[in-house]
């Protein structure tokens, strides 16, 4: 066993020197905060992530990670599971559906930066 961890701590050591991180941004669709912050929890699920920031505006994720370690396929794939278009990988209807009202970015227009706007649909008449 102590041989194994010595060669495990060797391995660490030469994938940390060999490191390549890389900055990249991936178009990721998504609605609210929570979508930013679930989006943003996914993908630093990710050994390998060493950042990811989600700009809901911009309708897109930065991704900082180290390309040896991590293929930004298998993040945008985890996205895509949570229900979320992701890059290049399309949500399943199934696991969009699962995603909470506010968050169905494929039926609501815009980004919803603020509690209330437009209001449609809110007062019925008695
Ligand atoms: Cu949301």
Redesign the pocket.
């Known amino acids: 066993m102590k041989k194994f961890a010595v060669i495990m701590a060797m391995l660490a050591f030469c994938v940390s020197m060999n490191a390549k991180v890389v900055e990249k941004t991936f178009t990721v669709r ?7 912050m ?1 989006i943003e929890n996914a993908a630093k699920g990710f050994e390998g992530v060493e950042a990811a920031e989600y700009d809901l505006k911009g309708q897109s994720l930065k991704l900082t990670y180290d390309k040896k370690s991590v293929s930004p396929k298998d993040v945008m794939k985890a996205i895509a599971a949570l229900g979320y278009d992701a890059g290049k990988v399309k949500a399943t209807d199934e696991a969009y559906n699962k ?2 009202e ?4 494929r039926e609501i227009k815009g980004i ?1 930066d603020h509690a209330h706007e437009g209001g449609h649909g809110m007062h019925h008449a008695e």
């Open positions: 998504g609605h609210c905060g929570m979508c930013k679930r995603l909470e506010c968050c169905r970015y919803n």
